[in-house]
């Protein structure tokens, strides 16, 4: 027949303080916010579009949200760049490089 164990003896996992994650020894709640935004002005963000366009034109198509992606993991920006600020320098681009038109 098996052997069965029966309690007392043998638990080695020490008790954690309430409020404590186990095995980090960090509390639970975390007071410190932590940003992956990149704030920068539309102004700023323009060349690194422009050079995006120019290497892959591809990506002129894209979303904002695409382009955020892409610009920070192809090394454009060392964190993501806010989609908003994005769209206007995508727009900006458009207005630039859109001929005039004579009235």
Do not use: N
């Not at 020490?14 to 186990?22: H, R, Y």
């Not at 935004?37 to 892959?56: G, T, V």
């Not at 600020?85 to 630039?96: D, G, H, P, T």
């Amino acid at each position: 027949m098996g052997t069965t164990r029966r309690g007392g003896g043998g638990s080695r996992r020490s008790k954690q303080p309430p409020g404590q994650l186990p095995l980090l020894g960090m509390s639970a709640a975390v007071t410190e916010e932590i940003s992956i935004i990149e704030h920068r002005p539309a102004s700023s963000i323009l060349p690194m579009l422009e050079d995006l366009y120019r290497r892959q034109p591809e990506t002129r198509w894209r979303t904002p949200f695409e382009l955020m992606c892409l610009l920070w993991s192809l090394g454009y920006a060392d964190g993501l760049l806010p989609e908003e600020e994005i769209a206007a320098a995508a727009v900006l681009r458009a207005l630039e490089t859109q001929p005039s038109r004579a009235v």
